[in-house]
């Protein structure tokens, strides 16, 4: 039962992103292009989703000491805006002005079938294994940093 | 060109909060892409059964919806190698910044988290600057 909620609400999250026209690269990088073809479609997507995710999250916060399936919310402990932050969110920003994808977005487009999505997958697992052998690796010596 | 959709970009983001909503409610957890495909990467996260099974949804809910015959818009402006080069850097970024747009984006900024308020902030500037080079200084792919 517990997965089957979990399989739910991750069908929400890929109905959403497909609807909303998050997945389609085309639509994404027009929202990027103000000097050229924009398309604000995109900021309407995050007013929906904070319409539902603030006072949502704020209820269940008050009126709730634990999630229907387990002992307790699991959310970040880091507080710190630090260099690994900034750093790897602009990384982030310039690979989606790329391609136009955001890992939220790719997922759900291998369900539409599209070979660019599996393309831009594999690259970014690719990325994200390079960026673990690097942190373990503690090439930046941010361990400190990371263990926060 | 794309067409404006306000309203059914709307309506999918209603959908993305309510998943988000539903998430935190029954798991206790954030609904963020970085983190839930990390888990399923070796090594695998300990809890990495629901991370799988929220993707096997994130995944087969558009099959579904293929297979029902909706036509969605989907084009992809850039070469392959720009989807290659796009995805490991994406990879590499949201690994260093501990998530991406689902992660900071909606979950973060929902509980007011100072850090994702700074993350969303830079990697839509960065993008927006990204594009901008490629499309009307570099000429565009």
Known sequence: ?148 | MTEFTPLMSFAGGLLIGLSALTLMLFWGRIAGMTAILGGILPPLDRDWAWKATFLAGAILAPAALTLAGVKVDFDVPVPLAALIVGGVVTGIGVTFGSGCTSGHGICGLARFSKRSAVATVTFMVFAFITTYLIRHVFGGF
């Open chain 1, 1 to 148: 039962m517990r997965y089957v909620t979990v399989f739910l609400i991750g069908a929400l999250f890929g109905l959403g992103i497909v609807i909303s026209g998050m997945g389609n690269p085309a639509k994404v990088l027009n929202f990027f292009d103000l000097a050229g073809t924009f398309d604000p479609s995109l900021i309407f997507v995050m007013a929906g989703a904070l319409c539902v995710a603030v006072p949502g999250y704020a209820l269940i916060f008050r009126r709730r000491q634990k999630p229907v399936f387990g002992e307790t919310f699991v959310l970040p402990k880091a507080k710190l805006v630090d260099r690994k932050l900034v750093g790897g969110s602009a990384v982030f920003g310039i690979g989606w002005g790329i391609a136009g994808f955001c890992p939220g977005a790719a997922i759900p487009a291998l369900g539409l079938g599209q070979s660019s999505a599996l393309i831009f997958v594999v690259a970014l697992l690719a990325g994200i294994g390079i960026a673990r052998t690097v942190i373990n690796a503690d090439f930046f010596g941010t361990t400190q940093k990371t263990a926060r």
